[in-house]
C-alpha cells in the first residue's frame, strides 16, 4: 500500500516537473532531476516489449472460424442433403376447417377470420362507452345493451348499473348470457372415474 502511495506522488512531482519545463521553456531534464529525497522507493522494472508469449503464458488461443459458413452450407444444414441426411418439409396435418366461414386454421386456435370480427365489435363497445362514460370513474356495473334489449328486463334489473346502448342490433354470433353464470351445481367429490372423462 505504501509503495503504491510513493509511486504515486513520485509520478505527479515528474509530471510536474515536465510541465515547469514547458512553461519556463527549458530543455528537460533526465526523467530522474526531481525525485523524492529519503524515501526509499524502488523503481518497477522497465515493460517489456508486448509479446503473444508473455500473453498467453501457458495457456493457448481458441479456435476460431476464419471465413463464414457459405450459402450451400447453410442450406445443406438447414434441409439436409438428398444423398447423405435428407430433412423433408413436414406438412401440416393439424388443420381444420372453420364451419362458420370456412377458412382454414390450426387445430386448438380460433379461428382468425372469425376472431377479427369479435376485435371489431368489442372496439365499437370500447368506442361507445368512452363516449357515453367520458373519463369519469367506474364505480357500478356498466351494461352494454343493443337495440331492444333494454324492454326484456324491469326497470328494477338495472338500478344501480350505468347502461350503455349500442344504436345496431346484436351480432347473431355474440350471444346474450357469455357473462350469466352457470346453472350447473359445482362437484362436490374432487375424484373422477375414468368412464365420466368422456
Request: contains cysteine.
Amino acid at each position: 500500500m505504501s509503495v503504491s502511495i510513493a509511486s504515486r506522488i513520485n509520478l505527479a512531482f515528474r509530471r510536474f516537473q515536465q510541465t515547469l519545463n514547458v512553461l519556463l521553456g527549458h530543455h528537460p531534464h533526465p526523467p530522474d532531476a526531481y525525485c523524492l529525497a529519503g524515501v526509499g522507493i524502488e523503481r518497477p522494472p522497465r515493460e517489456a516489449p508486448f509479446s503473444i508469449e508473455s500473453l498467453i503464458g501457458d495457456g493457448f488461443l481458441w479456435a476460431v472460424p476464419k471465413s463464414r459458413r457459405s450459402l450451400e452450407k447453410r442450406l445443406k444444414r438447414k434441409f439436409g442433403h438428398p444423398d447423405y441426411i435428407w430433412k423433408l418439409l413436414k406438412p401440416k396435418t393439424d388443420l381444420k376447417t372453420c364451419t362458420v366461414c370456412g377458412d382454414d386454421h390450426e387445430a386448438g386456435v380460433l379461428c382468425p377470420t372469425c376472431y377479427k370480427k369479435v376485435i371489431e365489435e368489442t372496439r365499437a363497445m370500447q368506442e361507445q362507452i368512452q363516449n357515453e362514460l367520458k373519463l369519469e370513474p367506474v364505480d357500478k356495473e356498466v351494461v352494454v345493451l343493443y337495440e331492444g334489449e333494454k324492454n326484456e328486463k324491469p326497470e328494477e334489473y338495472y338500478e344501480g348499473k350505468r347502461i350503455v346502448e349500442m344504436a345496431k342490433p346484436r351480432p347473431a354470433w355474440f350471444s346474450r348470457n357469455l357473462l350469466q353464470e352457470t346453472t350447473q351445481k359445482n362437484a362436490t367429490t374432487k375424484e373422477v372415474k375414468p368412464t365420466d372423462l368422456g
